[in-house]
């Protein structure tokens, strides 16, 4: 399994990014995908994760309502994280990650240690 992320840029408060993640390796159409950032001196978190095989998505409170992930209906192989609305503090590396399944709420993959593989990151800056 494969993922990159990129989009990642500079961009000043209130503005917007929107970041991919391209995954492969996955047989079948049932995996999750989270999203995470890490910032410098701070531990990595979860941001957002949707399921494959239902779309079913959560967020960490503190970008709901200003980000929103999808997967692109043309290509099903790329995941979206539109970011609104960005902040200082949203600022950090970001990354995409992948695991098989299970019966979990999809809150569960914003845990990073339940995530299997992992991407390079792309770097966001808020700043004006």
């Known amino acids: 399994v494969q993922l990159q992320a990129s989009g990642g840029g500079s961009v000043q408060p209130g503005g917007s990014l929107r970041l991919s993640c391209v995954v492969s390796?996955?047989?079948?159409?049932?995996?999750?995908i989270g999203w995470f950032r890490q910032a410098p001196g701070k531990e990595r978190e979860g941001v957002s994760s949707i399921r494959s095989s239902d779309g079913d998505v959560s967020y960490a409170n503190s970008v709901k309502g200003r980000f929103t992930v999808s997967r692109d209906t043309a290509k099903k192989s790329v995941y979206l994280l539109q970011m609104n609305n960005l902040k200082p503090e949203d600022a950090a590396i970001y990354y995409c990650a992948a695991r098989l399944p299970g019966y979990e709420d999809p809150s569960y993959y914003l845990r990073p240690e339940t995530m299997e593989n992992w991407g390079k990151g792309t770097l966001v800056t808020v700043s004006s």
């Open positions: 390796g996955f047989i079948f159409d049932d995996y999750a």
